[in-house]
């Protein structure tokens, strides 16, 4: 079994900046995919960053430039951190890994962080 546990989220005016962690526990070998996804009120949950399984990174388009994923390999944690918030970027937060065993991939998601951007 995997755990993953987040935490950084909060309320920020806008232009300010916040770091979210996730750390992960349990069996955790073979990961495929680790990243970063949001859901605001009434919109689907979207993919913000992430690390490919050859190690890239990825954004979505809105937040390139603003956001940047990293990763502590020895603290099994991965961070976002967000410069220039803005009001678009409210949403709950989801950290998200991927393990492959054998044949099949297995996803697993955090409890969810608020993110609050006010005007």
């Known amino acids: 079994q995997v755990q993953l546990v987040e935490s950084g989220g909060g309320l920020v005016q806008a232009g300010g900046s916040l770091r979210l962690s996730c750390t992960a526990s349990?069996?955790?070998?073979?990961?495929?995919?680790m990243g970063w996804h949001r859901q605001a009120p009434g919109k689907q949950r979207e993919l913000v960053a992430g690390f490919t399984n050859g190690g890239n990174t990825k954004y979505v388009d809105s937040v390139k430039g603003r956001f940047t994923i990293s990763r502590d390999n020895a603290k099994n944690t991965i961070y976002l951190q967000m410069n220039s918030l803005k009001p678009g970027d409210t949403a709950v937060y989801y950290c998200?890994?991927?393990?492959?065993?054998?044949?099949?991939?297995?996803?697993?998601w955090g409890q969810g962080t608020q993110v609050t951007v006010s005007s």
């Open positions: 998200r890994v991927v393990l492959t065993r054998g044949l099949f991939d297995y996803q697993y």
């Open positions: 349990g069996s955790i070998i073979n990961i495929n995919t």
